[in-house]
């Protein structure tokens, strides 16, 4: 089967870095995004990695390596409004491109 | 970017009825529609895919007569949740792939189903 691995919580202070890893198993993808979803909200992208490397979105990173099954979601100058719930998604090789969704990890933010 | 506008945000209704969720993309053309629900605390679990023009697919464990899918048009798509049920209480989100050059998938605003 298909499953991602994530934190279920990470703490950090405002101001600081905090890295949110991604784990998964599937036999293939197109791709690893990242959605961000606060409380009573829907979900909403922030970035997508085809390929192996670092993709850079503002205070906003991700990152993936096929050859390690291991993404990560790199969040910079944390602000308090950072704090929401992050879940990572593979987009499935069928032909609806429907995304498999890991568990969520719900990032607390402190002053 | 692509936007879904999903309706209503909320609903209140009593057990045995049915409730219509209904979403439309605004600017651009979804020929695919994803249907989801959302208990508290959880991730998003698939419900269904609904493509225009034909009959949903509807993931293991969903009842296809209880969650009627309709995607009638390119930018419509319906979910009717009939003869609810308190355990039917969820947050139903839809969600449609961005083709308007993004990698991302756009969501609608989600509807919170709550059955007395």
């Known amino acids: 089967g298909q499953s991602l691995e994530q934190p279920s919580e990470v703490t950090a202070v405002e101001g600081a870095i905090v890295q949110i890893n991604c784990t998964y198993q599937t036999s293939g993808f197109y791709g690893l995004s990242w959605y961000q979803q606060h409380d009573g909200g829907a979900p909403t992208f922030l970035s997508y990695?085809?390929l192996d490397g670092l993709e850079e979105t503002g205070r906003f990173s991700s990152f993936l390596s096929r050859s390690d099954s291991y993404g990560y979601l790199l969040l910079q100058e944390l602000q308090m409004k950072d704090s929401a719930s992050y879940f990572c998604?593979?987009?499935?090789?069928?032909?609806?491109?429907?995304?498999?969704w890991g568990a969520g990890t719900k990032l607390i933010i402190k002053p | 970017g692509a936007v879904v506008s999903q309706h209503p945000s909320w609903v209140i209704c009593k057990s045995g009825t049915s409730v219509k969720i209904e979403c439309r993309s605004l600017?651009?053309?979804?020929?695919?529609m994803f249907w989801y629900r959302q208990f508290p605390k959880q991730s998003l679990m698939l419900m269904a895919t609904s493509n225009e023009g034909s009959k949903a697919t509807y993931e293991q464990g969903v009842e296809k007569d209880k969650f009627l899918i309709n995607h009638a048009s390119l930018t419509l798509s319906t979910l009717t949740v009939t003869s609810a049920h308190p355990e039917d209480s969820s947050f139903y989100i839809c969600s449609a792939r961005d083709t308007t050059g993004g990698y991302g998938y756009t969501f609608g605003s989600g509807t919170r189903l709550t059955v007395v």
């Open positions: 998604a593979v987009r499935a090789l069928d032909s609806n491109y429907q995304l498999i």
């Open positions: 600017d651009f053309q979804a020929t695919t």
């Open positions: 990695n085809a």
